[in-house]
């Protein structure tokens, strides 16, 4: 089964291409779809269409695990901050083996809507008057 590792936070998804469900963010099979089936919250403002930059992350090992970037994907992911060469769009890289990624620091939202988060636990939402 393939694998993605998540840096900073060193967080490690196994999962199997051929039973995950697909959760309609981003092409099915992309990091940003194993991050979010998984409970690991990737920033993704326009839903996964590439619209946006939102889920750049930067490939540290595993680039031949990956889809290669169409052409929308690289005039997108030319405009994220913090641009290298190793920057994708997770939403729109499809994994076929084991990969490492690194959410970029600027990029990592610890406390998502709803009051989840990747790094602090449950957070308590706070209640609107």
Not at 54 to 70: M, Q
Not at 82 to 88: I, M, N, P, Q, V
Request: hydrophobic share 35%.
């Amino acid at each position: 089964m393939p694998k993605v590792t998540f840096l900073p936070e060193n967080i490690t998804i196994d999962f199997d291409p051929a039973t995950m469900p697909y959760s309609e963010h981003g092409k099915k099979g992309s990091l940003l779809d194993i991050a979010l089936n998984n409970g690991l919250h990737l920033e993704h403002a326009c839903g996964g269409s590439c619209a946006c930059t939102t889920c750049h992350v930067i490939v540290r090992s595993g680039d031949t695990n990956l889809s290669e970037a169409d052409d929308d994907e690289l005039d997108r992911v030319e405009q994220a901050a913090g641009l290298t060469l190793h920057s994708r769009l997770g939403c729109q890289c499809v994994v076929s083996g084991d990969v490492t990624v690194e959410i970029p620091n600027w990029n990592r939202n610890y406390v998502s809507e709803g009051g989840g988060s990747i790094n602090l636990g449950d957070a308590i939402p706070v209640k609107k008057p």
